[in-house]
């Protein structure tokens, strides 16, 4: 993107914002970074009278929640990039934020790295989720699928981790892997992991033949 980038950041709670919006203005791609405590300030005073590409939504403000924001900016500004900036282990609100299909998801607590890494990220049309965002997806696939596919009721994989596992068996590279699922590159590494650690295999040979035994792939 050669033009500077507009940023908003919503949230009712200034101190959790304060150092989102310190990191986001020491960034090279940044024009602007704006801050609105609520819903109402967002779209009456700032969306009315200026374009934004990027905006982070806490989910849980008193007015409107982050997702009923997300719904409205979705039908009046398609072209705007959501990323919640919200921390919560609810798997009901998460489905929900889930749902609304942001471009990126940073946790409150967030490494300061990462705040920088959401917006590269996007920029590049890939999703930014927080390390404690993609535990989270994990456990709502594991909660929608019961039938995870195991060996044993020990070893269970999430339905994100097969769909890693299967693109790691067909000979795809972690990095090949993060930009066919949209995910960047640490996503992936988190995912292959939890697949050697829940598979106890070392090499991807002895992955594949794995992957054959348990039926989530062909057999030669």
């Known amino acids: 993107m050669k033009e500077k980038l507009n940023i908003i950041i919503v949230d009712d709670d200034r101190s959790s914002t304060w150092c989102l919006r310190m990191k986001l203005k020491k960034m090279k791609q940044a024009a602007r970074v704006d801050l609105a405590d609520s819903a109402a300030e967002l779209l009456e005073k700032y969306l009315p009278a200026r374009h934004y590409d990027i905006i982070y939504l806490d989910q849980f403000m008193p007015e409107k929640y982050g997702t009923e924001v997300a719904g409205i900016i979705k039908k009046e500004y398609p072209l705007m990039k959501i990323i919640f900036h919200t921390a919560t282990n609810d798997l009901t609100e998460a489905d929900k934020i889930f749902k609304t299909k942001p471009a ?53 994989l999430s339905a994100r981790e097969k769909e890693v596992y299967k693109l790691y068996c067909k000979g795809y590279s972690e990095k090949e892997i993060a930009d066919i699922i949209s995910r960047d590159i640490r996503t992936v590494e988190s995912h292959m992991r939890k697949i050697h650690s829940k598979t106890k295999k070392k090499e991807r040979a002895e992955l594949v033949t794995h992957a054959m035994n348990i039926g989530l792939i062909p057999k030669f």
């Open 104 to 156: 990126g998801w940073l946790w409150k607590d967030f490494i300061c790295r990462d705040a920088e890494l959401s917006v590269e990220t996007i920029l590049t049309g890939r999703h930014f989720y927080s390390k404690e965002v993609d535990d989270i997806h994990d456990e709502l696939d594991d909660s929608k699928d019961a039938a995870a596919i195991s060996v044993d009721d020990s070893e269970k």
